[in-house]
């Protein structure tokens, strides 16, 4: 399953463009719905798909993921769903990417490998722990690795040098950089320090570094393919977009996944400075 994402980090190497991840919270605003939502992002351009798994204390989310983490969980939602949504739109797109980004007491609540064994199922890519130390990461992504799932590891600029080469050594499918301190949320431009994290990680034989963090307008996408980034995660934007219309949470969401699409082409690429907003 980790070779959908070298084949889609191939393909957009040919092609000049960088890739656009978005991400949707299971079951907001519920389970039928979310599924129509995957079916959007994914023929409105995103290359791939990142999604998580409702949890009542996700401490790496700001307030407009929290806020469609507790709509789900006030529906009910629980993991078997999500992974029953997913499992769906896995046989609805074959060839696009999906990682999980989710929480250790998630995973370790389910059991270690129950978790990894009903991803892979599901026709899931990767998982992302949000909250799992690099130090505790290894034997995670042992039991991803034994079931074909990549284990996603999070990189920051001020992450220490010995602490990246083990990011390096135990991740695969992509690397996911955080662009600033704190939490997900929109707004915030990639800045000059970001710009280092990729040299640094292709140094250490790490794979691809994608941008998450901050990812809500195009010209935060190009400044973060022109710092080097082979790719960007768009999360808050989306998610708002989703909750502004409870009846109709796809709609006007096309459209922005489009945009933010469009600002991977190579044409945009090389005339957008480091730190655009």
Do not use: W
């Not at 469609?68 to 949504?85: N, P």
């Not at 769906?88 to 490998?113: M, S």
Request: net charge neutral; proline share 8%; glycine share 12%.
């Amino acid at each position: 399953m980790t070779g959908r994402y070298a084949a889609m980090f191939a393909r957009l190497r040919e092609q000049g463009e960088g890739a656009f991840g978005a991400f949707a919270m299971l079951g907001d605003p519920d389970p039928e719905s979310s599924l129509a939502i995957l079916d959007v992002l994914a023929r409105s351009g995103a290359d791939m798909l990142e999604v998580g798994i409702p949890f009542s204390d996700p401490v790496a989310d700001g307030p407009v993921i929290q806020a469609a983490a507790g709509r789900a969980l006030r529906r009910g939602v629980r993991q078997a769903d999500c992974f029953a949504i997913l499992a769906e739109f896995r046989a609805r797109h074959p060839q696009i990417p999906i990682g999980i980004l989710t929480y250790a007491n998630l995973v370790l609540g389910r059991g270690r490998d129950t978790f990894y064994d009903a991803a892979a199922e599901a026709g899931v890519d990767s998982v992302l722990i949000a909250d799992l130390p690099v130090r505790e990461a290894a034997p995670f992504a042992a039991a991803a690795r034994r079931r074909g799932v990549a284990p996603v590891l999070v990189a920051a600029p001020n992450t220490p040098r010995p602490a990246l080469r083990r990011i390096a050594a135990l991740g695969e499918g992509y690397t996911y950089c955080v662009t600033r301190p704190g939490v997900t949320g929109a707004g915030e431009p990639v800045g000059l320090q970001e710009a280092m994290l990729p040299d640094l990680l292709r140094g250490f034989g790490a794979p691809p570094a994608v941008f998450g963090f901050g990812i809500s307008k195009p010209d935060h996408v190009r400044g973060g393919l022109a710092a080097g980034a082979a790719g960007v995660i768009c999360g808050s934007a989306i998610v708002r977009i989703i909750a502004a219309d409870a009846d109709a949470p796809t709609r006007g969401l096309g459209a922005f996944v489009a945009a933010m699409k469009a600002a991977t082409f190579s044409d945009v690429r090389a005339s957008a400075p480091v730190g655009a907003a």
